[in-house]
């Protein structure tokens, strides 16, 4: 672990501890990080999009650090939660923006790489949040591994970490999650295999 992945555990650990003082050493350390997350999971949106990089991880702050509440087990659990409020910000501005009645083509996702959010992708990123609700009612921890990869881009080893299982688990989970979600998004899937 690097001395700052073990900063930022540090300072989470002082916020569970209700030290108010870490948060901006906290917000300091990790903001570089979040804002690249931001960045690219934005890589397609067009200039003067309405919905900018830094405003995605500033909202994303507020619901991380806003309200309290949680209690941080270390560095890639506040960046799972970090990647569930970006991926929450960027579907509620998506329906916000009435992507669903534009009837854009849905195109294939390969889930290879992490997501890329472009402004004709608003639909796609609906889809995919229905799709991973479903997953998630039938096999929790594979759309949590996808979440994690596809939209925080965290490794196989820190959802591992994470998650507390196997590199090996999240790897075949990740390999089935993609799999059922490909098929989900076109129509033709059933319960997903574990």
Not at 14 to 34: I, K, W
Not at 164 to 186: G, I, M, Q
Request: charged fraction near 30%; hydrophobic fraction near 40%.
């Amino acid at each position: 672990m690097s001395d700052a992945q073990g900063q930022v555990t540090y300072l989470l650990g002082q916020l569970n501890a209700g030290n108010g003082d870490a948060r901006a050493e906290l917000v300091a350390l990790v903001y570089q990080e979040l804002h690249h997350i931001a960045r690219r999971l934005m890589r397609g949106e067009r200039d003067g999009h309405t919905l900018q990089a830094t405003a995605l991880v500033n909202e994303a702050f507020i619901r991380l650090l806003g309200g309290g509440g949680v209690e941080w087990e270390g560095r890639a659990h506040f960046f799972a939660v970090a990647a569930t409020a970006m991926r929450r910000i960027l579907v509620d501005h998506a329906r916000s923006r009435d992507a669903g009645k534009r009837g854009g083509d849905l195109q294939r996702v390969d889930f290879e790489e992490p997501a890329v959010v472009g402004e004709n992708d608003l639909d796609q990123l609906i889809a995919i949040d229905r799709a991973l609700t479903t997953l998630a009612s039938w096999d929790p921890r594979q759309s949590r591994i996808v979440e994690l990869r596809f939209f925080a881009g965290l490794s196989e080893d820190e959802i591992a970490e994470q998650l507390r299982v196997s590199t090996r688990t999240v790897k075949r989970e990740w390999r089935l999650a993609r799999a059922w979600l490909r098929a989900e998004l076109e129509g033709s899937s059933h319960p997903p295999v574990r």
